[in-house]
């Protein structure tokens, strides 16, 4: 049984910036993509981005150059999400999950909220 857990949200102001951790527990596959997700309130789950076994990356366009996805290679099962500049509108549960994501491998999420 395969399961995410991610740590790091909290409480930032407005341009500020935190780092999100991701750890899975349990056999992901050694050629999975793996992603960031999230869930602003009364909005669906969205992909924010996503990283391939190779080290390519995507992002939404809302968080294009403000984010950063990465992988921890020695540690397959480990991804992080550099957030600089925040915005209020990143306000939002963020979850990580393989690419496209599987609905056994959700984890609870990290709060993430930006305000002054």
């Known amino acids: 049984q395969v399961q995410f857990v991610e740590s790091g949200g909290g409480l930032v102001q407005p341009g500020g910036s935190l780092r999100l951790s991701c750890a899975a527990t349990g056999n992901i596959g050694s050629n999975q993509a793996l992603a960031w997700y999230r869930r602003a309130p009364g909005r669906e789950r969205d992909v924010v981005a996503f990283?391939?076994?190779?080290?390519?990356?995507?992002y939404a366009n809302a968080v294009e150059g403000r984010l950063t996805i990465s992988r921890d290679y020695a540690n397959n099962n480990m991804i992080y999400l550099q957030m600089n500049d925040l915005k209020p509108e990143d306000t939002a549960v963020y979850y990580c999950n393989r690419y496209p994501p599987s609905a056994n491998w959700w984890g609870q999420g990290t709060q993430v909220t930006v305000s002054s």
């Open positions: 990283i391939t076994r190779g080290g390519s990356t995507s």
